[in-house]
Structures are given as C-alpha cells and as structure tokens.
C-alpha cells in the first residue's frame, strides 16, 4: 500500500503558475509509474499526466500539453506537477495517483490515490 499527501495548491491568476508535489511512502517509490488527475465540479475526472516508474517516459492530455510538466525524483520519493500558462478552465482538484501494479503509463489502473489539492485560476 502506498500513501500519497499533495500540496501546493492555490489561488493564481491567469497566465500564472503553481507547482504541485505529491510525497508517496510505503511502497519502493521508483518501481511504479505515477499519474496527476483533476476533476472539477460537474464533471469527469481527466487524466492530466503521467510517468513512468524512471522518469524517461511521460504523457500529457491535449488539454495541458505544452503548459504542464510532470517529473518524479525517486531519491525524495516525490513526484511534481509544474502548471504554467494557467487558464480559468484549469480550476479543479488536483490528485495524484500510483499505478503500483505498473512500471508504464497506464490511464487506468491507479489504486493508490491522495486527498487531492484546489486549484483555482481567476480571469
């Protein structure tokens, strides 16, 4: 079983930035991939980005390409996600997630989840 705590959440205006970390224990944090999730009010939960379990690999909705970036240091046990070119549409709340039964990006599978952080971004 894997824990995950996030932070770094918050209020920005459009156009900033936020960087979000997720601290994970209990499990060897460098044997299985991790992903971001957001979900805002009234709607489906998105798969914003992942990564493998050694960083070389990454994956970005279509949504985010370009403005997000994820990366993991295994030696801190730690994964973030850097949000720049925030938008309005970006508002949600953000979870990370351990895919513990996988080395590889999956979109499914994640059985480890955070308590999640707010982001919102004003106009």
């Known amino acids: 079983q894997v824990q995950l705590v996030e932070s770094g959440g918050g209020l920005v205006q459009a156009g900033g930035s936020l960087r979000l970390s997720c601290a994970a224990s209990g499990r060897t944090f460098s044997t299985y991939a991790m992903g971001w999730f957001r979900q805002a009010p009234g709607k489906e939960r998105e798969f914003v980005a992942g990564i493998s379990w050694g960083g070389r690999s990454t994956y970005y909705a279509d949504s985010v390409k370009g403005r997000f970036t994820i990366s993991r240091d295994n030696a801190k046990n730690t994964v973030y996600l850097q949000m720049n070119s925030l938008k309005p549409e970006d508002t949600a709340v953000y979870s990370c997630?351990?895919?513990?039964?996988?080395?590889?990006?999956?979109?499914?599978?994640?059985?480890?989840w955070g308590q999640g952080t707010q982001v919102t971004v004003s106009s």
């Open positions: 997630a351990a895919d513990t039964r996988s080395r590889f990006i999956r979109p499914t599978g994640y059985d480890s």
